[in-house]
Every structure is written in structure tokens, then in C-alpha cells.
């Protein structure tokens, strides 16, 4: 990404500047996001869910969602010429992409009926990117920097607080989010399996996506081992009837099996080995 504008402009020129990048767009959408997500559930809590404000903002929401990844893919993929290559190759450099299945999951929440759940990853997700761009860009628009010696320039306190706050929490938030899309998962197991208002199309789509996150994030399969081994502590227990366990052990299989024969990188490698 291009530096922050020239400390030699005035600040309206700026201002301008930084307004005219397509990474503040992508800025104001995860802003807005923030925004729409507040304003829904605050009318949640206040039972005015099904408000046509609440709709609003609940559609507004995955809108943004939708601007911002697709502003990354563009940037990503696009915009450098990066979709070269046969068809096949071109569909699994997008479905492997974290920003691509973010964006179809935007698009997928946008139209399908509303699950509050859903917004609570992308929110968090959208805090760190305001923070991280209102402390390498926005403040030191409007504040550059002063020259602090042979030790760089100094940035504003509030820039340093924010770094401060990114470092320290990243990690954690980052595990939020992989136990938020786990329970998501859930929500949605336990509408199929009791016939509530389950899609299981909706489902099947989200389980691919988790299915891909868990290949390519740390933290989802932290998440996932904890609750594996709260599960498995459970079922050891003396009283658990035997057949209990047996169905556990025997669901752990499927899930290994079914993981294994979707490994979309097994599949790829395979098809190129010589015939």
C-alpha cells in the first residue's frame, strides 16, 4: 500500500488525497459495517428486531462486508493481473483465498434469512482493520508525524495507543473469531438436525467454509482441538453409556474422512501427477 500523503500538503490536500485511494474506501466500509452492526443490535436488545431500521441495517451490514473483501480481491487478483492459467487453476486460487471465501460469505448472509451470529466475526475483524488503518494512515494524515532524530519521527500518542491495543489483543480476537464461526457452525447443525427453520443449503455451503478455514487458520484449529477435548473428556466419563462413546468416535472418524477427501491441495497435486 501507497505511504500516508506528504506532510508537505496542507491538510485539506491531504485529506483529499487519502480520500481519493480505493484502500479508504475499503476503510469506510469496514466503518460502516461497525456502524450498522451497532445500530442492529441495538435494536436487537431492544426487541425492535424486526424494524424495518433493524433490516436496514442488518442487510447494510454484509453490504459493507461485501465492499471490503471485494475491494481486497480486486486489489489482490485483478488489478495485478494475478488470474493467469487454465480455468481449473484460476477456481482454485480464488476458492483457496481467505478474502474470497469472506466475500461469497458476505454475499451468502446478505441473501439468506437473518442470523444475528453471522455479523459478530465480520465485526471484529472490521475493529482491527479501522485501528490498523486509522493508525498507519488516517492519523498521520492529520497529524504526520514529528521528527524525533536518528530514531525515525515519532508518531502521535493516539497512533502508539492503537499499536499498543493491536498488539496486545490480536491474538485473542483472533481466537473470538474462530469460536464465534464454530458456534455459527453449530447454530446452523443444530437447525438441521431439529427441523427449526434449517437450510440445510445454507448448511452445506458454511460447512465448506469452515471446512476452509480450519485448513488455513491456526486459531480455528485451536478452537476446534478445545472443544474436540472437552467433548472427548466428557464421553470418558464412567457413567457415559457405551454406545454414547462408540457414536462419537465413530462421527470423529466421518469428520476425518470427509475432511481428508476434500482436501482440495490432495486433489490438485494428483491431477498433475503424470498418467
Do not use: C
Not at 21 to 43: D, K, N
Not at 73 to 78: C, F, P
Amino acid at each position: 500500500m501507497a505511504p500516508p500523503p506528504s506532510s508537505n500538503l496542507p491538510l485539506a490536500e491531504r485529506l483529499k488525497v487519502l480520500a481519493q485511494t480505493l484502500q479508504f474506501g475499503w476503510f469506510v466500509g469496514h466503518l460502516t459495517l461497525l456502524l450498522s452492526v451497532a445500530r442492529y443490535f441495538l435494536s436487537y436488545f431492544t426487541f425492535n428486531y424486526y424494524s424495518s431500521a433493524a433490516q436496514v441495517s442488518y442487510r447494510f451490514a454484509f453490504i459493507s462486508a461485501a465492499a471490503t473483501y471485494g475491494i481486497v480481491v480486486y486489489k489482490g487478483h485483478i488489478a495485478r493481473g494475478r488470474l493467469q492459467g487454465t480455468p481449473p487453476a484460476i477456481a482454485l486460487k480464488l476458492i483457496t483465498d481467505e478474502n474470497v471465501q469472506y466475500l461469497g460469505m458476505a454475499l451468502l448472509w446478505l441473501y439468506s434469512r437473518q442470523v444475528p451470529l453471522a455479523l459478530l466475526p465480520f465485526s471484529v475483524y472490521s475493529i482491527f482493520h479501522v485501528a490498523t488503518y486509522s493508525r498507519s494512515y488516517l492519523i498521520p494524515t492529520i497529524q504526520p508525524p514529528a521528527p524525533a532524530g536518528s530514531n525515525g519521527a515519532k508518531q502521535p500518542p493516539l497512533a502508539e495507543t492503537i499499536g499498543r491495543f493491536i498488539k496486545q489483543y490480536y491474538d485473542a480476537s483472533m481466537g473470538l473469531v474462530a469460536g464465534l464461526e464454530m458456534a455459527l457452525l453449530i447454530r446452523l447443525t443444530l437447525a438441521i438436525l431439529t427441523f427449526s427453520k434449517g437450510n440445510f443449503l445454507l448448511w452445506a455451503i458454511y460447512l465448506s467454509f469452515f471446512r476452509a478455514r480450519y485448513a488455513q487458520s491456526a486459531f480455528v484449529q485451536q478452537a476446534v482441538r478445545h472443544i474436540v477435548a472437552r467433548v472427548d473428556s466428557s464421553v470418558s466419563h464412567q457413567t457415559t453409556p457405551p454406545a454414547v462413546r462408540q457414536g462419537w468416535e465413530t462421527f470423529k472418524g466421518l469428520v476425518r474422512q470427509g475432511y481428508q477427501a476434500t482436501d482440495l491441495n490432495r486433489a490438485a497435486a494428483g491431477a498433475k501427477k503424470p498418467q
